[in-house]
């Protein structure tokens, strides 16, 4: 069974900090994900990361960094919390689909940020 | 890019009564969609997909339908039990793409006893 292991369920930091996310996924999976998850907005990509040291922007990058030094470990970062950053963050790791086949995507339990 | 549409937000049933989800998406390239359903506090997990080059898909109670020239898809459950409660999203996608998914903005489903 694929295991996706965010390092905190609940965080609470203060504005301006920099706040670290850590996520491992013990599958091999190439592909990981950060998402942020909002009322009444879905799940929203922050960056993703297809192979180590590679990063590409989401929908949703700004005020996000992500570090990704190991295949298994893909870490989010705030560099200057603020208010508007407190969230639940998940985050999500697979492998790439072909033309004719897709993988899952497969999901950590979250972290729920609250930034005061 | 991908612009996914999710409708409703809420949706009440009784049990035993059927539900409807649907989603429309912009990119006619999107060829992959998946439904995913969280329970409270737990984790989204997928529970069925659908490729473009199916019109539908059906896993017990659970059914997705597609329309690629009007580019919408719906999930269907059947027979709902109180254990249906939970936020559904919808997805689309290109498969292959490493970006892989833009999510619809959810739907909060309750089932009543």
């Known amino acids: 069974d694929v295991k996706v292991t965010q390092s905190s369920r609940y965080l609470v930091k203060r504005t301006g900090e920099k706040v670290f996310l850590e996520c491992v996924q013990d599958m091999d999976h190439e592909n990981m994900f950060w998402y942020r998850q909002d009322p009444g907005l879905g799940l929203r990509l922050i960056y993703f990361?297809?192979?180590?040291?590679?990063?590409e922007k989401g929908d949703i990058p700004e005020g996000y960094s992500v570090s990704r030094e190991k295949k298994e470990r893909f870490s989010l970062i705030l560099e200057s919390a603020s208010t508007n950053q407190t969230s639940m963050y998940l985050c999500?790791?697979?492998?790439?689909?072909?033309?004719?086949?897709?993988?899952?995507?497969?999901f950590g339990d979250g972290t729920r940020l609250s930034i005061l | 890019g991908e612009n996914v549409e999710q409708h409703p937000s809420t949706l009440s049933v009784q049990e035993g009564d059927s539900a409807v989800i649907k989603c429309t998406y912009s990119?006619?390239?999107?060829?992959?969609f998946p439904w995913y359903k969280q329970e409270l506090g737990k984790r989204p997990q997928l529970i069925i997909d659908?490729?473009?080059?199916?019109g539908e898909k059906k896993d017990q109670r659970i059914a997705v339908t597609l329309n690629k020239t009007a580019k919408h898809f719906s999930l269907h459950i059947t027979e709902t039990q109180p254990e249906d409660s939970a936020v559904y999203f919808c997805a689309a996608g290109f498969s292959g793409s490493a970006r892989q998914l833009t999510f619809g903005s959810g739907t909060q489903l309750t089932v009543l006893p």
């Open positions: 999500a790791s697979s492998n790439p689909g072909t033309r004719v086949s897709n993988q899952p995507q497969h």
């Open positions: 659908i490729r473009s080059n199916v």
């Open positions: 990119d006619s390239a999107s060829n992959y």
């Open positions: 990361s297809y192979d180590v040291k590679m990063k």
